[in-house]
């Protein structure tokens, strides 16, 4: 996102050129310099711009929110252009709206009122969590960010990054470091806790940080740690939008559709949805007064979502990529795939979920299908399969061992295992088209799955992601048939799936 605009005549996004923007563009209504930051959030990525930080930006078009404002913090070298678009920008960017049918919507956001990039001073940010305007730190650090083993959930203490956090209070560099050493600083200057609310897609975000942070933090300091315990709160919530990576397409379109140059636009669907529990220490916004819902539990919303939607995308996106697919419409526009997923959904992840009141399962997953099918958001597939080792054994296999255990079917997920398989072995679709893979265990998946011509159960040794499925015969015997199908020479996905529907 780096290119500017050479035409003289067009504008760069800033407060001041709002006062120039066409009529039909939603821009801040409300006056940005009374905003205070009473949000500071870590990992300002595409999903934080098109999703809470979307929901702040309404609420402050109505009085009395101004103490809820957002200060982004960029923890990550590779923020740095981040920070300074943002910075040229005052903050402000075009979310892009983009219906099913084709009408968009542009919105100039205005609730990020100012952005700390950690690396060039991490003094500042720790002041800037510890303040007492700061009410709520909140966290997209993605599944990875949470620093915990898939299989076990227990905090790596091995990681670098933890290492030195641990020993160094003063010079972090992860999320667990800084926040720590925010609220050192709050217990030992008399003043009460900040929530720390994750809006990462994990289930029981709130409670794996508070495990998590507690886990950082007792190697650090105890007495810290106990006083964590006791203070600070963690709500569960479940997020949805979905929200492509942004490309110089989205950035040309802002120029055409109101002659102002954005560098860094978001785009995304239109559907949003925000199911949090009420459990904040130091107030909190009214986020329903902007749509978002609170409730009790949101352990029911959570694994629905993360069963059937993500799950549902890692299948198109695993068996996709494999046949030579580039986006989730694009896969899932192809009447085979789109009866792949609806069978698995209907078959595989249906029968362990519990019946949600106001919530019809049947209607949740035809909005689904619509919702991917959406030919205005080019999802891109390697998106989708980027970091599959943090996100399958939650979203799939979880799923397949509920149903191994209760003698159920396995073998349409078992084929987006094999498949996974495939794809971290040979980084080709199966025309030889290179794919890009995205993962961060990606060198231990290659090195498995490379054995599979000898061993056809070898991508499954990977114990730290697939427990004991390897020992399953229920699952291996799918899994042995399907993996040898899809390694024979000039084998087709395609006619692996109808075989296995
Ligand atoms: C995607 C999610 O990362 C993924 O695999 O499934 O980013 C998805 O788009 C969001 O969870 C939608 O809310």
């Not at 005549?9 to 006056?31: F, I, R, W």
């Not at 399958?392 to 295992?417: C, H, M, Y």
Request: charged share 20%; glycine share 6%; net charge negative.
């Amino acid at each position: 996102m780096t290119q500017h605009h050479t035409n003289a005549l067009v504008k760069g996004l800033n407060q001041e050129s709002l006062a120039y923007m066409p009529s039909h563009v939603d821009t801040p209504s409300y006056d940005r310099s009374k905003v205070k930051a009473g949000i500071v959030h870590i990992g300002v990525g595409g999903f934080h711009r098109a999703h809470q930080a979307m929901y702040i930006n309404e609420l402050l078009k109505t009085p009395g929110s101004e103490q809820w404002g957002i200060c982004g913090v960029g923890l990550l070298e590779a923020n740095r252009g981040l920070r300074d678009v943002l910075k040229q920008q005052d903050y402000l960017y075009t979310l892009t709206v983009r219906h099913p049918n084709g009408t968009i919507d542009n919105t100039v956001i205005g609730s990020m009122i100012d952005f700390l990039f950690a690396p060039e001073n991490k003094q500042a940010v720790i002041n800037k969590l510890a303040h007492p305007d700061t009410k709520i730190v909140s966290l997209t650090i993605t599944e990875g960010g949470y620093n915990f083993n898939p299989v076990t959930g227990e905090f790596d203490y091995a990681n670098p990054d933890i290492i030195n956090d641990i020993n160094n209070p003063n010079d972090p560099i992860t999320a667990f470091g800084y926040i720590a050493a925010a609220l050192k600083l709050r217990k030992e200057q008399g003043l009460g806790a900040f929530t720390v609310q994750s809006c990462d897609n994990i289930q029981h975000n709130g409670n794996v940080t508070r495990k998590m942070l507690l886990a950082f933090a007792a190697e650090q300091d105890a007495a810290l740690s106990e006083w964590i315990a006791a203070n600070v709160m963690f709500p569960n919530a479940m997020v949805d939008r979905i929200t492509p990576v942004s490309k110089q397409s989205d950035i040309d379109y802002v120029v055409d559709a109101y002659g102002v140059s954005d560098e860094w636009p978001i785009t995304c669907e239109s559907f949003t949805q925000w199911v949090i529990e009420d459990s904040f220490c130091d107030g909190r916004p009214n986020w329903d007064n902007a749509g978002a819902q609170f409730v009790k539990d949101v352990t029911p919303f959570e694994t629905m979502k993360i069963r059937l939607l993500n799950a549902g995308h890692s299948v198109l996106g695993l068996l996709g990529s494999v046949h030579g697919y580039g986006t989730i419409d694009e896969t899932v526009s192809d009447p085979l795939f789109a009866k792949y997923l609806r069978a698995f959904m209907d078959k595989e992840v249906t029968p362990n979920l519990e019946q949600l009141e106001g919530i019809d399962l049947e209607i949740y997953k035809d909005t689904l299908i619509e919702r991917f099918a959406n030919p205005n958001i080019k999802d891109s597939l390697s998106r989708i399969c980027s970091e599959s080792a943090a996100k399958l054994p939650k979203f799939l296999i979880a799923t397949i061992n509920e149903n191994l255990a209760q003698g159920r079917d396995v073998s349409l997920a078992t084929l987006v295992i094999a498949a996974w398989c495939f794809y971290s072995d040979k980084g080709e679709d199966e025309q030889g088209n290179t794919l890009e893979v995205i993962d961060a265990m990606q060198s231990e998946l290659h090195e498995a799955a490379a054995k599979t011509t000898t061993d056809n159960l070898a991508f499954l040794s990977l114990t730290s992601l697939f427990g004991d499925l390897n020992t399953q015969s229920a699952f291996t015997s799918h899994y042995k048939n399907n993996v040898d199908a899809l390694y024979a020479p000039a084998s087709k996905i395609k006619a692996i799936m109808k075989n296995v529907l």
